[in-house]
């Protein structure tokens, strides 16, 4: 019950931190503008994206179950992924999308730190390739060598490359120092186990490589499906821009503010595109129109658990089994 009411708190804070933005956005922007915005989609774009949007997460999952070394059957991490992002986008109170997903990977492989090293491993590759997106797109831009223009972008790219690169290669000999050096510390056994499976990830940069590249192809192919949803409702920026602006976008939405970046990924892409000559009321219709797809795709994941006779809330014992 305590983890219950704790997922509920989360979620309550979570859900007023979109509120509170999309309130700001709706208060400083025309609503009749954006409004008109949706009218310029049509059904068949919108659902032809969404299918699109599902096959990227076909393969997002397969990426995962290359970095779990084919440990479950690719039909189990499939349903387990779907799983996560159906937690992660649709239920209130529900454990996080990475907690189900490990949660159901684990009650077919039973090994927690494999799991674990997997979800953070496939967690910061993913970042690592929209920092190396963000870099690359920013680059292309005409003012790129402008002075002044690398005060945000730069510093931020680095940041998450140094993250994933510390939580990949740093994490291993830092937890075996600390747990020798203190043996009484609490979780000695499980930040070892982890400590050794992610060595064991470690030591195989081609996987590591390969899979890096996979995720910059698949958030590519993002990108041009939010192109696509973006073009109709009137927004024409140059590629460049957008290939810098969508992963800092979408970076910055995962700071632990809303509902799946509800509302901040909207108003921080709208910030962004708008000095490319994009208007900001297009550019938050086209992102409200992306949410859409998101929430959409999470439904059909629940959809699949449930009937494969699944559940979305991950038992308290099932993660108490990751971390014994």
Same mark, same amino acid.
């Given at each position: !019950? ?7 708190? &989360? *979620? ?20 009749? /503008? ?29 990426? *995962? ?6 440990? %479950? ?24 999308? $990475? ?7 684990? #009650?077919?492989?039973? $090994? ?7 979800? %953070? ?14 870099? @690359?797109?920013? !680059? ?12 945000? %972008?730069?510093?931020?790219?680095? /940041? ?6 510390? #939580? ?5 000999? +830092? ?14 056994? =499980? ?9 064991? =990830? ?5 996987? =590591? ?25 009137? +927004? ?5 821009? *957008?290939?810098?602006?969508?992963? =800092?976008? &979408? ?30 009321? $297009? ?6 129109? *992306? ?25 308290? @014992? ?7």
């Amino acid at each position: !019950m305590a983890v219950g009411r704790s997922a509920m708190r &989360k *979620w309550l804070i979570r859900a007023s931190g979109s509120a509170v933005v999309l309130g700001f956005i709706f208060w400083f922007l025309p609503k009749e /503008a954006i409004l008109q915005g949706f009218t310029r989609l049509s059904w068949p774009l919108f659902l032809s994206v969404l299918g699109a949007f599902l096959l990227c997460h076909v393969a997002t999952a397969s990426k *995962w179950w290359l970095l779990m070394e084919r440990a %479950v059957s690719f039909p189990v991490a499939l349903r387990a992924h779907f799983a996560g992002l159906a937690a992660n986008l649709c239920l209130p109170g529900a454990a996080g999308g $990475d907690a189900v997903r490990a949660g159901l990977a684990h #009650a077919a492989l039973r $090994d927690g730190p494999k799991v674990a090293a997997a979800a %953070v491993g496939d967690r910061m590759i993913d970042l690592a390739a929209l920092a190396c997106l963000m870099l @690359t797109g920013f !680059m292309l831009l005409p003012e790129a060598g402008e002075p002044g223009e690398q005060g945000m %972008v730069v510093p931020v790219a680095m /940041a998450v490359l140094a993250l994933a690169a510390a #939580a990949l290669f740093a994490f291993p000999p +830092v937890a075996r120092l600390v747990w020798t050096r203190w043996p009484g510390l609490p979780a000695r056994g =499980l930040a070892l186990r982890v400590a050794e499976a992610f060595g064991a =990830l470690a030591k195989r940069p081609v996987l =590591l490589l390969f899979t890096l590249v996979y995720s910059a192809a698949i958030q590519s192919v993002l990108i041009w499906l939010s192109i696509r949803l973006a073009e109709p409702v009137g +927004v024409h920026v140059p590629f460049a821009a *957008w290939f810098f602006a969508w992963p =800092l976008a &979408k970076i910055i939405a995962t700071l632990p503010l809303s509902l799946g970046g509800l509302g901040v990924r909207e108003g921080s892409l709208a910030a962004l595109l708008v000095p490319f000559g994009a208007a900001a009321p $297009d550019v938050v219709a086209s992102g409200l129109a *992306w949410q859409g797809i998101l929430y959409l795709a999470g439904a059909i994941g629940a959809l699949i658990l449930v009937l494969s006779g699944g559940r979305l809330q991950t038992r308290a @014992t099932t993660l108490k089994e990751i971390s014994e």
